[in-house]
């Protein structure tokens, strides 16, 4: 095997305007699907969390819990590109929707499994806060919800960021899916090379390349963000006046 | 006796956790600026029976009257009567993810905030109905604008803490100070709140012996001003002192009450000189 020729050929085909351009089109895709995925799974999540941990005295708050747990149930249940298809050939067509353009659909599926996920790891953060205070927010008069949103929540976050890193990383990953409903990824635009070079073994090899350079970004961002929220603990407190 | 209705009144209180029956049946009367202690042995009752007062536990049957209304009831909006009772906790419950101040400020701006946002929202109805008025219904006069809400709210936080010599604390952290320091700073976060009544979960009891004093002195300065306070402690020599009446609470019942003078001096509830044996 001659490596030196095999990357020539590559890097000359990548080099070429329109695989240049599909290559950042496709990393511009995984990385705004992974990004907005996680957003929204985390909006999701959290919701559900804190519906999780309600006190439920009342005929809303146990039908709501419900709701969630089927919501998890079938989304932590079947695999995301089962979903992808159901969402993108099943649902769209179904419901009559036209004019989708197919990287929403992945996101909003991504978002909404990324939720069920989240969800769980959001409500062990929950748990990991101190019950003295949600009672103190309580005792001074806020409310079930101000409390959670302006004091539990926040410190939740802090515990569990780590494992959220984890669910970024699992999502900037799980993007490689993607092409099973027509959206240039990272996967499709670098296996495109491959099959126009009948030549797959340095796409394979920079495609991974690749995932590892986003990966370490993301663990190294994820440091920074754990390190500008440990400020509150003692050891960082360096703003002591 | 004066006839003045009491700040909380307490009828029959009745709480078990399932079928454990922690208080069987308490009635009591708190008046206004009254200092009331609660004594008893642990796992009588008496912490529960606080906890009660501001419905932190759901109570399972009876009523308390707090400004004549029975917060007892669960159809009555808790939030806004526990704006007007203060509660300091054993283990401090400082908001660990704020600062000092923030920790202080955050309630009172925003229930300033709350109330503003209210206002405006009224003022805009009449404005739109006053389109369709003969004569106009005037505005509500708003002179607050939301950075004097916050301002003003600095401004008393920064008052309470220079009170107990904390100020320069304002902006550190709650992991940064010594439990007594935490403790300080949480009453005064009750006490930002302006409350009617301030309720204390066995404030010392989970501070080194040499930063109880300076707790204890705090307390003894806003008993001093007249604030009506329910103390539950195991300091026998500070609920003597402060206390306009003791009660004694042991499995779940009020065993007796009195005058500090009469209840350690001369108890009459073998219990209670069973108990007092053991702690003084």
Known sequence: MNWGVKWKVFWETLSGEFYRKLFFQGLINTVKIAVLGLIIGIFIGTVIAVVKVMPKYKKLPKALDKICDVYVAIFRGTPMVVQLLIAYYVLLPVLGIRGVEAINVGIAVFGMNSGAYVSEIMRSGINSVDKGQMEAGRALGLGYAVTMLKIVVPQAVKNILPTLGNEFITLIKETSVLSFITVYDLYTALGAIGSKNYDTVMPYLFMAFIYIVLVLAITFMVKGLEKLMAKSDRKKAGGVI | ?280
């Open chain 2, 1 to 280: 006796m004066n006839n003045e209705r009491p700040l909380i009144c307490v009828k029959n209180l009745k709480k078990n956790f399932d079928d454990v029956m922690v208080l069987e049946d308490i009635s009591t009367d708190i008046r206004k600026g009254e200092k009331v202690a609660v004594i008893g042995p642990s796992g009588s009752g008496k912490s529960t029976f606080l906890r009660c007062l501001n419905c932190m536990e759901d109570p399972s049957g009876g009523n308390i009257f707090f400004d004549g209304e029975d917060i007892a009831d669960m159809k009555v909006d808790i939030n806004k009567h526990r704006e007007h009772i203060g509660m300091v906790f054993q283990q401090f419950n400082l908001f660990n993810n704020k600062t000092v101040l923030k920790n202080i400020t955050l309630a009172p701006v925003y229930f300033g905030l709350k109330k503003h946002r209210a206002e405006r929202c009224k003022n805009f109805c009449i404005a739109v109905a006053n389109l369709f008025r003969k004569n106009k219904k005037p505005l509500i006069q708003i002179t607050q604008t939301r950075k004097m809400i916050k301002e003003k709210a600095n401004e008393r936080a920064m008052e309470l803490l220079k009170r107990i010599g904390l100020e320069e604390k304002a902006n550190a952290y709650p992991s940064t100070l010594s439990g007594g320091q935490k403790q300080r700073i949480a009453i005064i976060r009750a006490l930002a709140m302006n409350p009617q009544v301030i309720l204390f979960d066995e404030p010392t009891s989970a501070l080194d012996p040499e930063m109880v004093g300076e707790v204890l002195d705090l307390i003894r300065k806003l008993a001093e001003e007249g604030m009506t306070m329910v103390i539950v402690t195991h300091e026998m020599g500070f609920a003597r002192e402060i206390a306009d009446r003791v009660l004694f609470i042991d499995s779940g019942k009020i065993c007796e009450e009195g005058s500090p003078q009469e209840l350690f001096e001369h108890p009459k509830n073998p219990r209670l000189r069973e108990f007092l044996s053991k702690v003084l």
